[in-house]
C-alpha cells in the first residue's frame, strides 16, 4: 500500500512539472491571416460549397471586430490595414500613419526591432493596401512606386506577392530589385523558385502588377505562405508574419458570388497550412480576421456541397458591419467577443513581449 502511495505522487508530480510544448501561455511566432472583404456570409458561402466544412472552423477562440475608420463608418482598406497594422484609427485611403499624417511605427517593424524575423505574403501587388500598412508611411494608398521604396526601408526577411513593376519599371529609373540584391535579398518571379530559398531573405516578385484571380493563380498562395514559414522559422527568437487572402474583395466589389467563394477556399487552404504548422509546433498564434466586409453579401438559399447557391449583395462597395475573428494557438483566447479593429496590435505586442 505503501509502495503505491508513493508511486502515484512520483507520477502526480511529473504530471505537474510536465507541460506541453501546446499548452504554453505565450507565442514565440505570430501569422497574422486577413481575408480582405471577408464577412461572415463569406465565409459560409465558401463552407456551404465546399461540404459544410472549412480548416478555420479548427480554431478555438472567436469574436468581431469593429472596422469603422477615422473619416468613415464605412472603411477601406487602407484605414482598415492601419489600424490592424498599428493600433490606430485612420483616414480612409491613408497608409501607416494617423489622421494626422504622422507615421506610426507597424507591428511587423515592432517586430524586426525585436529581432524577430518578418515576412508578408498577399494574392496581390505587395504595394496594394493592405500589405502597405504593414510595411509603409505615405498619405495615400495609391502612391505605390514610394510604397515599393518603403521596402528598402526594413529588414523584412520575405515579402511574396505582386507589384514588380512598381519596383523595376519606375517614373524615377530607379531599379529596386537592383537595390534589394544589394542588401542580400534573393529575388524570386516565379513560384518555382519561392519554393527553392529556404534561408536568409526572399523578395518574391511573382506578377508584372496585381495576381491573377482563381484558379488561374493556382496555388500560390498556400504554397508561398508555406515557403515564407520555412524561411522564418529558422529565427529563433521568432517571427510575424502576415498573409493576405486579397481577392475576396475584389469579388466582392464585382458582385460575383461564385468567384468569391473561389477565392475563399484558396485562403482556407492557406489557413489550413497553417493551422497545420500551429498545431505541430505548438508555439504559434494565428489570427484570421478582415479588414472589412464587401458587397453586403446575403445567402438566400443553398445547398451543402454544391455551388447552387442563391445570394444577394447589397453594394458594390464596403460595408460597415462587424468582421468575424477566429484565433488559435497560445494567446488565442485574448482575441474573443467584440473588439476594436485597433486592438490587434497592443495584445500581439503583449504576447510577444515586444518592446517599443
Known amino acids: 500500500m505503501k509502495k503505491t502511495i508513493i508511486l502515484s505522487l512520483t507520477f502526480s508530480l511529473i504530471c505537474l512539472s510536465y507541460t506541453p510544448v501546446s499548452a504554453q501561455k505565450t507565442p514565440k511566432n505570430v501569422i497574422f491571416m486577413i481575408g480582405d472583404g471577408m464577412g461572415l456570409a463569406q465565409i459560409y458561402a465558401g463552407m456551404v460549397v465546399n461540404g459544410n466544412k472549412l480548416a478555420l472552423e479548427r480554431c478555438t477562440y472567436s469574436g468581431f471586430s469593429k472596422t469603422y475608420s477615422s473619416s468613415h463608418f464605412t472603411t477601406d482598406s487602407g484605414a482598415g490595414g492601419t489600424a490592424l497594422a498599428c493600433g490606430v484609427k485612420t483616414k480612409n485611403g491613408m497608409i501607416g500613419m494617423n489622421p494626422d499624417s504622422v507615421a506610426v511605427q507597424t507591428i511587423l517593424e515592432q517586430a524586426d526591432k525585436n529581432n524577430l524575423a518578418t515576412g508578408i505574403v498577399v494574392a496581390c501587388a505587395v504595394t496594394h493596401a493592405t500589405p502597405a500598412s504593414y510595411i509603409a508611411h505615405q498619405v495615400n494608398r495609391g502612391m505605390y512606386d514610394e510604397i515599393a521604396t518603403d521596402y528598402l526601408k526594413t529588414d523584412i526577411d520575405?515579402?511574396?506577392?505582386?507589384?514588380?513593376?512598381?519596383?523595376?519599371?519606375?517614373?524615377?529609373?530607379?531599379?529596386?530589385?537592383?537595390?534589394?540584391?544589394?542588401?542580400?535579398?534573393?529575388?524570386?518571379?516565379?513560384?518555382?523558385?519561392?519554393?527553392?530559398?529556404?534561408?536568409?531573405?526572399?523578395?518574391?516578385?511573382?506578377?508584372?502588377?496585381?495576381?491573377?484571380?482563381?484558379?488561374?493563380?493556382?496555388?500560390?498562395?498556400?504554397?508561398?505562405?508555406?515557403?515564407?514559414?520555412?524561411?522564418?522559422?529558422?529565427?529563433?527568437?521568432?517571427?510575424?508574419?502576415?498573409?493576405?487572402?486579397?481577392?475576396?474583395?475584389?469579388?466582392?466589389?464585382?458582385?460575383?458570388?461564385?468567384?468569391?467563394?473561389?477565392?475563399?477556399?484558396?485562403?482556407?487552404?492557406?489557413?489550413?497550412?497553417?493551422?497545420?504548422?500551429?498545431?505541430?509546433?505548438?508555439?504559434?498564434?494565428?489570427?484570421?480576421?478582415?479588414?472589412?466586409?464587401?458587397?453586403?453579401?446575403?445567402?438566400?438559399?443553398?445547398?451543402?456541397?454544391?455551388?447552387?447557391?442563391?445570394?444577394?449583395?447589397?453594394?458594390?462597395?464596403?460595408?460597415?458591419?462587424?468582421?468575424?475573428?477566429?484565433?488559435?494557438?497560445?494567446?488565442?483566447?485574448?482575441?474573443?467577443?467584440?473588439?476594436?479593429?485597433?486592438?490587434?496590435?497592443?495584445?500581439?505586442?503583449?504576447?510577444?513581449?515586444?518592446?517599443?
Open 158 to 356: 520575405v515579402f511574396i506577392g505582386g507589384g514588380r513593376k512598381y519596383f523595376e519599371d519606375r517614373a524615377d529609373g530607379r531599379n529596386l530589385t537592383d537595390e534589394l540584391k544589394a542588401k542580400n535579398y534573393q529575388i524570386a518571379y516565379n513560384i518555382e523558385d519561392v519554393k527553392a530559398v529556404k534561408t536568409g531573405k526572399l523578395a518574391g516578385l511573382l506578377y508584372t502588377d496585381q495576381n491573377p484571380g482563381m484558379p488561374e493563380r493556382g496555388a500560390m498562395l498556400p504554397d508561398a505562405t508555406v515557403a515564407a514559414i520555412d524561411i522564418l522559422d529558422n529565427n529563433t527568437k521568432g517571427f510575424f508574419l502576415m498573409v493576405e487572402g486579397s481577392q475576396i474583395d475584389w469579388a466582392c466589389h464585382d458582385n460575383k458570388a461564385g468567384q468569391e467563394i473561389k477565392e475563399m477556399l484558396d485562403f482556407d487552404e492557406t489557413i489550413g497550412r497553417v493551422l497545420d504548422y500551429a498545431k505541430r509546433m505548438g508555439n504559434t498564434l494565428v489570427i484570421i480576421t478582415a479588414d472589412h466586409e464587401t458587397g453586403g453579401l446575403t445567402i438566400l438559399d443553398g445547398k451543402f456541397g454544391s455551388d447552387e447557391m442563391k445570394t444577394a449583395f447589397s453594394t458594390k462597395g464596403h460595408s460597415g458591419v462587424p468582421v468575424p475573428v477566429f484565433a488559435y494557438g497560445p494567446g488565442a483566447e485574448k482575441f474573443t467577443g467584440f473588439m476594436e479593429n485597433i486592438s490587434f496590435k497592443e495584445k500581439i505586442e503583449k504576447l510577444l513581449k515586444l518592446k517599443k
